[in-house]
């Protein structure tokens, strides 16, 4: 609509015609001395906030914190929990071997549960494999056509394709970035970071698994999901880098292993 002064139609005045010989009332002056005090409490208030800081940013330091430094600070608090349930469960496992006085079979046994569980460290042949995000001044290389955003970064199901190919390969153990893999672990991704039992990752995210080198390299040639994103490593450049790095020894994991959801089946009675 158009604010112009010929497009509005002239208003009439509908006030009460004026008795002749009277005058108009003045204005009344508590409200001018209202907005006087009105002003005077602003420049009251600018004057201490400006003698208060002094050139300086008053606001408190939490105010200025950004959502990525608070993450960052609660992942180092998750590691730093994750470095303390390891120590502690080392101590319970200690005390629990000395005080329970069981069999060498029973023992036996018992590793071998925690191996399977992955909470025990596994050592042998290790493949280890690299995936990153396209450089920033990444363009399509001829014969492809322009990447899209989506192109140029690691997403969950990269990750979740290489640990499912090293899984069918025959992995003894695996490990993504520094913590070991065990059967409850969720490998995802929110945008361009990894979350990976309470710990934030961004890339390169580094995958190594132990196992037979053979059939773990041959279970990601064969991989369709693998062979998908290696087209995206030709046409915009994304990362990949495989590598057999001979022995190597994983720790076993370290986290919580308690269920929320799940209980054991029990036999019907």
Known sequence: MSNSAD?????ADSSPEREPGLRSRPS?????????????LAGLIFVTSFNTAKGTNIRTDASLLKLSD??????????QLGDTTA???DDIDTLVRRDHGATDAENAGLRALEKSAGTEKVTGESLTVTLNDAPPDATANPGYPEPQPNDLVIHQQDLQAVVNALWAGGAQGIRVMDQRLISTSAVRCVGNTLILQGRVYS???KITAVGDADRLRKAV????AIQNYLLYVK????????QERGEETLPGYSGTVDLHYAEPVRPPE
């Open 235 to 242: 046409a915009y450049g994304l990362g990949w880098k495989l």
């Open 221 to 224: 040639d064969d991989s369709p």
């Open 70 to 79: 608070l993450i960052h600070e609660r992942d180092r608090k998750n590691q």
């Open 203 to 205: 890339p390169p995210y």
């Open 87 to 89: 120590a502690l469960r």
């Open 7 to 11: 497009s509005l139609p002239e208003r």
């Open 28 to 40: 009344l002056r508590p409200v001018r001395l209202l907005t006087a005090a009105v002003f005077g």
